[in-house]
């Protein structure tokens, strides 16, 4: 466990030593914020409510946290420090854990700093409190599994820049499957199973307040997944 | 103490290492040498456990690499090629890293750290961003990340490439120091490095050792150890082809420790003669040249006796395998 927080430790100081742990923050925050309160027209709904808060972070984390993932691996190979620290006294899964644990805090850091727009909103009206915080954790399991497949996509190239497409574009689809049986007639089977495979399936019921095992089962599965075969990928590359 | 036997690496179908053994003691710098492409970074590679190898054995102290990768890793100092950093820290967060890396306990790590950088005179520099930083520096820095935990096993893939003469001195002198009571492993290409440092040579060729041991060793196993160099004067009165070369190297020939002979005539009435031994006959063979003049009624001016040097004994080797 020590050895995963230094790992961990090592990738948050790697994340703020460049611009890119900043910059994902401050568009996390701007994006966020401008987009609910401006183009979400909050004003004029006049309802003390986060749903439009929280419905654009999906979409806002597919497109921003690949930012924080594609680095993880990517750039280890690119610097040549993968085999070194492939040389450290490290398991496989030490090292997957700490770097996912290092994206999950620079997220953990971007959802505190959005606190002050649920406190705004409970100045204008009754807040369910109960329901920002089902929807909080519910955000947070969907960066927990973006930044799980995130690592894996960056463990397959040497290429920040590859990482970083490949990942919005997955990410970006598993986010709007769930408009497709919406927009196409699909049997019934099969819309489940698209359904059942969309980030942002999932995610809805986390927003409207609601807290089911099935989801967070899914959250669970698709952050596991991910990070065992990245560990399998590293101990494989090293048999060849 | 490195015990390897029998390593194989394969990638996919490509044999990198076909079989290579050795052991290197405690208290020894054993020298990898061989042309780009050897085998001497796979080699190093599977003794850090980055790979596993394909078959055969290599144990650390004792324990298997390919059975616990995290405990060799512990025990062993390792300097890859071309020292891969992390640019964007500092020296002093580097090594801080590699020092909770290594689980070195927090009292010891400050004065582990010190100490490091003052072996690789790192001193100063504890701020310094290591993409600021010469490339001299930065094989230091990569140095003193390899000895920072103390390691018994010390293993360096070309320490000194890239750096100017003075910085090669100071690192010499630093890893001879090293390996007064550490095993130490370094591959090179270069010669002059193996000479002024290692106690002990493996040269490899295409996955294999072609040789193996002291310098001097491996230069007296080879076949022709030494090569003598005669002028010799002859006498005035001499018969116009009584010293062709064919009746002078036959009768050297006759005498049973001269090999192979080449007979050069010079202007003056002089021969130049280069002789091969065979091992350990270089003195049996002076005299038979000796013996010869004087029967001759020839004029020794000059015998000279030339060892192989390692940069020749090298060439006969990597350059014989490559011909077949």
């Known amino acids: 466990m020590n050895r995963t927080l230094t790992i961990a430790r090592k990738e948050i100081q790697g994340y703020f030593n460049s611009p890119v742990g900043w910059l994902f923050v401050l568009v996390f925050l701007v994006a966020c914020s401008a987009l609910f309160f401006f183009m979400q027209s909050f004003f004029a709904s006049d309802r003390a409510e986060l749903r ?47 770097k996912y644990l290092a994206t ?13 727009v649920p406190l705004m909103v409970s100045l204008f009206g009754a807040l369910d409190f109960g329901q920002v915080v089902t929807e909080y954790l519910g955000v947070l399991l969907l960066a927990s599994a973006s930044a799980a497949i995130g690592q894996l996509i960056s463990s397959f190239t040497r290429h920040q820049i590859s990482a970083f497409i490949v990942s919005v574009i997955i990410l970006t689809v ?18 489940g199973i698209v359904n059942w495979l ?7 019921s986390f927003s409207r307040g609601v807290l089911d095992s099935r989801d967070l089962f899914y959250f669970i599965i698709l952050t596991l997944a991910p990070l065992y075969v990245t560990a399998r990928t590293i101990v494989f590359g090293r048999w060849r | 103490m490195i015990e390897v036997s029998n390593l194989v690496k394969r990638y996919g179908g490509f044999e990198a290492v076909r079989g290579v053994s050795f052991v290197a003691g405690t208290g020894k710098v054993v020298g990898l040498l061989g042309p780009n492409g050897a085998g001497k970074t796979t080699i190093m590679k599977v003794l850090t456990g980055y790979h596993r190898p394909s078959s055969g054995q290599a144990l650390l102290n004792d324990i298997d690499v390919a ?20 640019t964007d820290m500092t ?19 400050a004065e582990a750290i010190a100490k490091a950088c003052q072996s690789c005179g790192l001193k100063g520099m504890d701020d310094v961003r290591i993409e600021h930083l010469s490339k001299g520096f930065r094989q230091r820095v990569g140095l003193a990340q390899a000895i920072l935990h103390d390691p018994a096993i010390l293993i360096l893939d070309e320490p000194t490439t890239g750096l100017d003469p003075n910085q090669i001195l100071e690192i010499r002198s630093l890893i001879r120091s090293l390996g007064v009571n550490k095993t130490v492993i370094l591959s090179t290409h270069i010669l002059q490095e193996v000479e002024a440092l290692c106690s002990e040579v493996i040269i490899i060729n295409e996955g294999r050792i072609v040789a193996q041991g002291t310098t001097a060793e491996i230069a007296r196993s080879l076949q022709g150890e030494d090569r003598l160099d005669c002028l010799v004067k002859l006498p005035a009165n001499a018969a116009k082809d009584a010293f062709s070369a064919a009746k002078v190297g036959a009768a050297l020939r006759a005498s049973g ?47 000279r006796r030339e060892a192989l040097s390692l940069e020749q004994i090298f060439v006969q080797l990597t350059g014989e395998e490559a011909k077949r």
């Open chain 1, 104 to 116: 999950m805090a620079v997220v953990g850091l971007a959802l505190v700093l959005t606190f002050p």
């Open chain 1, 198 to 204: 969309s980030l942002n399936h999932h995610f809805i």
């Open chain 2, 67 to 86: 059975v616990d990768p995290v405990a060799v890793k512990s025990s062993v100092g390792y300097l890859a090629e071309g020292v891969p950093l992390y």
């Open chain 2, 257 to 303: 420790v001269i090999g192979s002979c080449e007979v050069e005539a010079l202007s003056g009435g002089k021969l130049r003669l280069k002789l091969l031994t065979g091992a350990g006959q270089a003195d049996d063979a002076a005299a038979a040249v000796f013996g010869w003049a004087k029967d001759q009624d020839c004029t020794l001016l000059d015998l």
């Open chain 2, 91 to 109: 020296v002093r967060e580097y090594l801080d890293f590699i020092a909770e890396s290594r689980q070195l306990p927090a009292a010891e790590r």
């Open chain 1, 52 to 98: 439009g808060f929280f419905s654009l972070m999906p979409l806002l984390l597919s497109v921003i946290l690949p930012a924080l993932t594609m680095r993880l691996w990517a750039e280890e190979k690119k610097q040549g420090t993968y085999e070194f620290l492939l040389t450290m006294p490290y398991t496989e899964p030490e090292l997957v854990l700490g």
């Open chain 1, 174 to 191: 598993l986010n709007l499957l769930a408009q497709l049986p919406i927009l196409v007639e699909l049997p019934a089977v099969l819309a």
